[in-house]
């Protein structure tokens, strides 16, 4: 489930499209390298006592967007 290749490639389909909207966050390599280790985050996390997010509102504030920039502009 987590970070499988199609998944990435949506992504970065969509980090495509919205470029234009923050150019100088949405790079594709820095897209895909960010969002390895917020999947890694969550699998080590559903892996142990605490609970994932359930929805994308949960995911927003459970995201530091100082460690996740890109992960925070999409949700």
Known sequence: MFCTSDYQ????NVSKR?????PNKLHGET???ELEIWCQK?????????KCPDNTIEAFFSCNA??????????
Do not use: H, Q, Y
């Open 42 to 50: 969550w699998k080590l996390i559903a892996e142990g006592v605490e």
């Open 9 to 12: 490639d949506r992504v970065l």
């Open 18 to 22: 919205f470029s234009s909207i923050e």
């Open 31 to 33: 897209i895909l390298g």
């Open 66 to 75: 100082e460690v996740f920039p890109n992960i925070k502009f999409f949700l």
